[in-house]
């Protein structure tokens, strides 16, 4: 069974940081696009970042480019999003994901974690 679990989140001040961490089971990352997404309140769900398992490209979404950064430890079967610069327009609720061979899609989205909050305000 896949199971994905995220913590990391909190409330920072714009121009702080945080680090997301999804710790997942069930799934090897050779085999599996790992992903983050967030929903803010009104607001759809949206990709931020993925790593793909068929190369190991990281992918993020325009309005995070330069400030996010997706990684993955394989010994603790960990992903992580470093998020720097953060605004306020980046508060939403971030969701680790995961799918099994997604192949040539960018955005993994057969596994969902429950979900951190991030808050970006002063």
């Known amino acids: 069974e896949v199971q994905l679990v995220e913590s990391g989140g909190g409330l920072v001040q714009p121009g702080g940081s945080l680090r997301l961490s999804c710790a997942a089971s069930g799934l090897s990352f050779r085999d599996y696009a790992i992903g983050w997404f967030r929903q803010a309140p009104g607001k759809e769900r949206e990709g931020v970042s993925a790593?793909?398992?068929?190369?190991?490209?990281?992918h993020y979404a325009d309005s995070v480019k330069g400030r996010f950064t997706i990684s993955s430890d394989d010994a603790k079967n960990t992903v992580y999003l470093q998020m720097n610069s953060l605004k306020p327009e980046d508060t939403a609720v971030y969701y680790c994901?995961?799918?099994?061979?997604?192949?040539?899609?960018?955005?993994?989205?057969?596994?969902w974690g429950q979900g951190t909050q991030v808050t970006v305000s002063s």
């Open positions: 994901t995961a799918e099994y061979r997604l192949g040539y899609g960018i955005w993994p989205t057969e596994y």
């Open positions: 790593l793909s398992s068929r190369d190991l490209m990281p």
